[in-house]
């Protein structure tokens, strides 16, 4: 029984050999999908340095302000006064900061916007080259299979 068992392994190999495939297509769109990925990954980081700068900035000139506030005063008026400064000096410097984000945003946006349209297009022209290249090969394949 074991010596009328077939070989799979034999078989497959004999299939995928008639059937002629080029892994060029493949490696292609690897290496396409990988240098994507490499141009996101570098708007991704330097998108998170620039926040990382902002949010540094911002917690400086808080952390400015607070000694200011902190500090002791002869009049109590004085302390309601610093506050009010205080409060009004954070709501104009959040707005800035806000803003900077804003733009970090926005550029990241524009640049993964024009990243991906320019990868689909690089994928449509493979994918399209891949098809006829297929085609071709099948094309030939089915003459010489009906030539036999």
């Not at 993964?112 to 320019?118: D, G, N, S, Y």
């Not at 493979?126 to 009906?146: F, I, L, R, Y």
């Amino acid at each position: 029984m074991a010596a009328n068992t077939a070989d799979y392994t034999k078989m497959m190999k004999d299939m995928m050999g008639a059937m002629p495939m080029d892994t060029t297509a493949f490696t292609d769109m690897f290496k396409t999908q990988a240098a994507v990925a490499e141009k996101m990954s570098k708007v991704a980081l330097e998108a998170a340095e620039k926040s990382t700068e902002v949010s540094t900035k911002w917690t400086k000139e808080t952390l400015a302000k607070a000694g200011d506030l902190s500090t002791a005063k002869e009049d109590p008026a004085d302390y309601s006064k610093a506050m009010t400064d205080f409060a009004s000096a954070s709501a104009e410097t959040a707005a800035e900061h806000v803003a900077a984000f804003a733009e970090i945003a926005k550029k990241v946006q524009m640049d993964t916007v024009e990243l991906l349209m320019a990868a689909g297009k690089d994928m449509q022209e493979e994918t399209t080259a891949a098809v006829k290249k297929a085609t071709d090969t099948a094309t030939k394949a089915t003459k010489a299979a009906s030539a036999k």
